[in-house]
């Protein structure tokens, strides 16, 4: 959820008319810090939660309780500079928001976010080397002490994914300013 919620929260940042821009000209900086904030309350309202049902009802340890609410955070960082990379073309583009919500819902079922990764195989494994939120729930799963896949997976196919991920997210947040002013009716 909070993969998906992050992603959509990106694309929405600039949905209003002015982009966000009036005569008081708020700063981007504040948008974003304030989107980040937002991004992070929401995820850990999202993952507490589940993290308690999993120490309680599952057994996980208190430590792996703890590192499940941290990667959702970093995830949700981190998808969210994904999801303000497709802003301005889902601005351009409004049916695209569908199309996006309806692959992350396929995407849903098809990571490795309801069964683990070793019940796999074939092509549906192989996509998932791929996935970036293979290796975010696999390292759960790891880190918890279930049944993970996560000492299988490659770790440089994971460095490159999370390195373009990150990259991706610079230049998300380094062109947002500019993004703003595109969609705004002032530009």
């Given at each position: 959820?909070?993969?998906?919620?992050?992603?959509?929260?990106?694309?929405?940042?600039?949905?209003?008319?002015?982009?966000?821009i009036r005569c008081e000209r708020i700063d981007s900086n504040v948008i974003l810090k304030a989107a980040m904030i937002r991004r992070s309350?929401?995820?850990i309202l999202a993952t507490i939660p589940t993290s308690l049902i999993l120490v309680f009802g599952?057994?996980?340890?208190?430590?792996g309780g703890i590192v499940y609410i941290l990667i959702a955070q970093l995830m949700a960082f981190l998808f969210f500079g994904?999801?303000?990379?497709?802003?301005?073309l889902v601005k351009r583009i409004p049916d695209l928001s569908n199309v996006l919500f309806m692959i992350l819902r396929l995407g849903f079922f098809v990571s490795p976010a309801i069964y683990p990764m070793h019940k796999m195989s074939g092509?549906?494994?192989?996509?998932?080397?791929y996935n970036p939120f293979s290796y975010v729930a696999e390292g759960a799963r790891y880190v918890a002490g279930e049944i993970s896949t996560f000492t299988d997976l490659k770790m440089t196919t994971m460095a490159t994914i999370f390195s373009i991920v990150i990259l991706l997210n610079i230049w998300a947040f380094n062109?947002?300013?500019?993004?703003?002013?595109?969609v705004s009716t002032w530009s």
């Open positions: 959820r909070v993969f998906q919620s992050s992603i959509v929260a990106g694309t929405k940042i600039v949905n209003s008319v002015d982009g966000g309350i929401e995820s599952f057994g996980i340890t208190w430590e994904i999801g303000l990379c497709l802003a301005g092509i549906h494994y192989t996509l998932n080397e062109r947002f300013d500019k993004l703003r002013w595109r």
